[in-house]
């Protein structure tokens, strides 16, 4: 997730920390390196599961972040002072301050922003930090916790607000909740230095793309038009749209070159442009993308 030069020992990154070592094992060594406090029982069945994940996810950060592992049942002076009332709790402490935490067990995707924030509060590599961040709310968006996606996209753009894969992330965000609205304002809002960027060119077809599902057909009805007439062009661009609405890019795109090998100057070429409008919008990678693109160019230079 971060890279910060060399790898450190996991002993000096990871410690279980007694009660009498806590001053100088969190307090004191905050001073210098953010310290994550997981404070954890033999009994509890949700420290099992998130105590090994915070770990590999302190020890990817390389140094930039210490780990103290704290068992309540033997620091009940130090649970009590800071008012550990249920377990799992998180903290972390920089210069001697609790500057983050949470409560519970949290996805592992929230794991790694977390640490990537704590990171960032302690001065580290800002450009690792971030892109930590991102992937992190990148996965939670795949998972569908689209609020807290937002959350860290937007505490990215507090830190970087030129950060155009944040812009993008959060008009993905709310897309996926359907507040088109929303997505288009914080679009609307980035900063003219990053408009013309990969990202948030994206985010411009996404958005189109939603735009245009508001208004798409219903997909048996258009289907059986295509089928009584191949020829209705129309009909067919409105499948494809209808298709593309219900989540299905793959036919739509299907449909799309299918219309331009039938009439590729139909409505001025409408099928190209809408083909290179869903590119646009997913990932370069996707396989619609490279089969689409791969189909289109062979027609046209056929």
């Known amino acids: 997730m971060l890279e910060l ?25 905050s001073m210098q390196t953010p310290v994550i406090v997981d404070f954890w029982a033999p009994w509890c069945g949700p420290c099992k599961t998130l105590g090994p994940q915070l770990e590999a996810a302190v020890t990817e950060a390389n140094g930039a972040v210490k780990m103290a592992k704290v068992n309540v049942d ?5 649970a009590g002072q800071l008012q550990i009332q249920s377990i799992p ?14 409560q519970g067990a949290v996805p592992e995707s929230e794991i790694k922003a977390f640490v990537a924030r704590v990171v960032e509060a302690g001065g580290g ?7 930590g961040a991102l992937d992190a709310a990148d996965e939670m968006l795949e998972a569908g916790a689209f609020d807290d996606a937002a959350q860290t996209y937007a505490a990215v753009l507090g830190e970087d607000e030129n950060n155009a894969r944040a812009y993008a992330g959060m008009v993905s965000a709310h897309l996926a909740q359907d507040d088109l ?47 009584a007439d ?10 494809a749209q209808a298709l593309l609405a219900n989540d299905d890019a793959e036919n739509a795109v299907a449909q799309l070159l299918e219309l331009f ?18 590119f646009e919008a ?21």
């Not at 000096?12 to 070592?21: H, Y």
């Not at 033997?74 to 130090?78: F, L, R, Y």
């Not at 099928?271 to 290179?276: I, N, R, S």
């Open 5 to 29: 030069g060399g790898a450190a020992p996991a002993a000096d990154l990871i410690k279980d920390v007694a009660e009498q070592d806590f001053m100088a094992e969190v307090i004191e060594a």
């Open 74 to 78: 033997q620091a009940q002076g130090i």
């Open 89 to 102: 709790t998180v903290y972390a402490f920089w210069q001697g301050q609790p500057v983050d935490g949470f």
């Open 125 to 131: 590599d800002a450009s690792g930090g971030l892109d």
């Open 181 to 227: 609205e929303q997505a288009e304002a914080i679009l609307n809002g980035a900063p003219a230095e990053i408009s013309n960027s990969p990202e948030l060119e994206a985010a411009h077809a996404q958005i189109e793309l939603a735009k245009q599902a508001a208004n798409a057909g219903p997909v048996a009805e258009l289907t059986a038009a295509v089928e």
């Open 230 to 239: 191949p020829d209705n062009h129309q009909a067919r661009f409105d499948l």
């Open 261 to 278: 090998r039938r009439d590729r100057e139909w409505n001025e070429g409408a099928a190209k442009t809408q083909m290179f409008t869903i």
């Open 282 to 302: 997913l990932k370069p990678n996707d396989p619609v993308v490279l089969n689409g693109r791969r189909k289109l160019s062979s027609m046209i230079f056929a």
